[in-house]
């Protein structure tokens, strides 16, 4: 597959989709690597109130946010992707940990 061009480089929307589509794929490859450490997370943690730990939470987006800022990129709106991404996250570690302990 080639590579999409660059976001300065397109000339057209054939292009831009292009380059949306490649970068949702690496995306979804990255969210795979994510989720699997949720995985690891839930093996790990003996508690399932552990589970949702609100400090780290609100870490995980400060962190974005100052490196969003950074970037150029407006760090609220970052912060609101991410607050659902790492939402999602804490309901599908909490079904894995479930998942591991009824099979024990």
């Known amino acids: ?3 999409a061009k660059l976001p300065e480089q397109c000339e057209t929307m054939i292009d ?3 380059g949306v589509d ?4 690496e995306l979804v490859a990255l969210l795979v ?3 699997g450490y949720m995985d690891a997370a839930a093996r790990i943690k003996a508690d ?4 949702r730990d609100e400090a780290r939470k609100a870490q995980v987006l400060d962190n974005v946010a100052r490196e969003a800022e950074a970037a150029g990129l407006e760090p609220a ?3 609101a992707v991410w607050n659902e991404l790492v939402e999602q996250s804490i309901a599908y570690e909490a079904t894995q940990w479930d998942r591991l ?4």
């Open 22 to 25: 490649q970068v949702d794929r």
């Open 16 to 18: 831009v989709r292009a």
């Open 101 to 104: 302990r009824a099979d024990s």
């Open 1 to 3: 597959m080639t590579s």
């Open 33 to 35: 690597r994510r989720f």
């Open 77 to 79: 709106r970052l912060r």
């Open 48 to 51: 399932r109130g552990a589970v």
